[in-house]
């Protein structure tokens, strides 16, 4: 067999004992702090109840109650063991018991799946925060939102309700989960304003999931440590004992395996001859991510020191993987300017995979109101007005690690073109759906409004978008030439055209 082909073969290992490993990881490490006080998540890793993308919430129309009520009281001891309290204390009351005649407002206007639901689940003043954006259930009194809400459904006035309610500390008009009765779905919107985003629900129907889909979205967050519970303080932000993290150890791991299915992809469509030659090591030593001026113990140092170096040049159309260690210390615009604040760390934005052909954005703005320039204020300060020198690609988040809801483990994608408006059926979207701003320069891939909760500034993950670019790769969408991915950072605007649908990740947490 020649030597070539056992790189294939090598790298298919890889992939499967990474695979194999990550989820190990995640289940070892997710639960250390708490199995001492048998941390009722440990239940969890059997996969019982959890919905995940191999294994789906049903889709009967209806609600599966027992699953839920499992998940919602997990969550519900899984915080209250993190306060330091004995499940031997934990008052076990259902909604019913615990608000007595009040509930008797409402009965006869909720679902009997949903009263089932209510009648199973933990409810106590006594209880922390149920997660890290929503207080509690939400009270009988409460249940019901604004008239107003869902003009749409007046035939229909009990349709939708509050089933969660949002953490008041979240923003000055908090509202929660919204649940629909009618088809059995939620959706999350942490302030009033936030419900346009997602209805009507028949137009928007990637934006709602099943009950149990987001409280296992919630309960993945906390198992790979995005969202942790403890009495730790912490440098942002608290709600009771939730704290969130500017990225995990696993989500570096799952973005290693994610990249290399990517590389693994486009490797096996090449020939063999055409392999740039094998060098041992990562993207990037330590080293030379220290001469690039990139950040000690950050998301994206983690990342490009683990994942291997792929055999060919071009990752995506136009972007070119950093062969060069010196070109890419002297790519680094962002890194080198000074982002120091009174309040905490600030990570730099890092240029992952520049524009092969040095292509240039342009951020300016039409006005001094907004900005095209997607990275925090220092980031933002330094490119005046004029300076059309930042270079195009891919780019790792920039984070103050000081705020709440902030994705080290995001990116940003500049293009030397602007995405402007577009007619029926055509044009760039977000992932809920709502087109790219006016102008925009770096919204493609991005989230939008955020179904599982969080603010609309959050990017999107890394690891979403190399399992996305893997599917370009799979489906044809993106060719394989010699060099590896074809075409220039032109083929991008596609996402403005009939192809729009190509550039569009699902919307997810």
Not at 19 to 25: H, K, R, Y
Not at 153 to 164: A, G, I, K, N, Q
Request: net charge negative; aromatic share 12%.
């Amino acid at each position: 067999m020649p030597p070539i082909q056992y790189l294939n073969i090598y790298s298919f290992l890889i992939v499967i004992i990474i695979a194999l490993t990550v989820p190990f990881i995640f289940r070892h490490n997710s639960h250390a702090d708490y199995q001492d006080a048998g941390d009722p998540l440990d239940k969890m890793d059997g996969g019982d109840h959890l919905a995940t993308p191999e294994t789906p919430a049903q889709e009967g129309g209806t609600l599966d109650y027992v699953t839920c009520a499992a998940l919602h009281n997990q969550l519900v001891e899984h915080a209250w063991v993190a306060e330091g309290r004995s499940l031997d204390e934990l008052e076990r009351r259902s909604f019913f018991q615990h608000y007595g005649e009040d509930v008797n407002e409402i009965i006869d206007r909720l679902d009997r799946q949903l009263v089932s639901f209510l009648e199973s689940i933990i409810v106590s003043d006594k209880l922390p925060p149920f997660f890290f954006w929503v207080e509690c259930i939400t009270p009988p009194a409460d249940m019901f939102p604004f008239h107003d809400m869902f003009r749409e459904c007046e035939e229909e006035p009990d349709r939708f309700l509050t089933l969660y309610t949002t953490n008041t500390g979240l923003g000055e008009h908090p509202l929660g989960l919204i649940y629909d009765q009618k088809l059995h779905r939620a959706t999350m919107a942490l302030g009033i304003e936030d419900v346009d985003f997602s209805k009507p629900l028949e137009q928007h129907g990637d934006l709602w999931h099943p009950l149990e889909t987001v409280l296992s979205n919630w309960i993945h967050m906390v198992q790979i440590k995005k969202i942790t519970a403890s009495q730790d303080e912490a440098p942002n932000e608290k709600f009771g004992p939730w704290t969130w993290h500017p990225y995990s150890e696993a989500q570096v791991d799952s973005t290693v395996v994610a990249f290399e299915r990517l590389t693994v992809a486009i490797e096996e469509r090449m020939v063999p001859a055409h392999y740039l030659p094998l060098h041992e090591g990562p993207l990037l030593s330590d080293e030379q991510l220290d001469a690039a001026s990139v950040p000690r113990d950050c998301f994206i140092r983690s990342f490009l020191t683990r994942a291997r170096k792929p055999r060919f040049k071009m990752i995506a159309p136009g972007l070119e993987v950093p062969h060069d260690p010196a070109a890419f210390i002297d790519n680094q615009k962002f890194t080198v300017m000074n982002a120091d604040s009174e309040y905490g760390i600030i990570i730099p934005p890092v240029l992952i995979f520049a524009s092969a052909d040095r292509a240039v954005v342009n951020l300016d703005s039409p006005n001094r109101y907004t900005s095209f320039n997607p990275f925090g204020k220092p980031f933002q300060d330094g490119v005046p007005p004029g300076d059309h020198s930042t270079l195009a690609g891919l780019y790792s988040e920039s984070v103050e690690r000081f705020s709440i809801d902030n994705a080290e483990e995001g990116f940003r994608l500049l293009l030397p073109f602007r995405f402007h408006g577009f007619g029926e059926g055509l044009g760039a979207r977000k992932s809920d759906g709502g087109p790219l701003a006016d102008g925009s320069v770096a919204e493609l891939f991005q989230h939008g409004f955020k179904p599982f909760g969080g603010e609309w500034w959050r990017a999107q993950r890394l690891e979403a978008l190399f399992d996305h670019w893997r599917e370009l790769v799979e489906t044809g969408v993106w060719t394989v030439g010699n060099d590896g991915v074809q075409g220039g950072i032109e083929l991008f605007m596609d996402a403005g055209t009939h192809r729009s649908e190509s550039y569009y990740i699902k919307p997810s947490w």
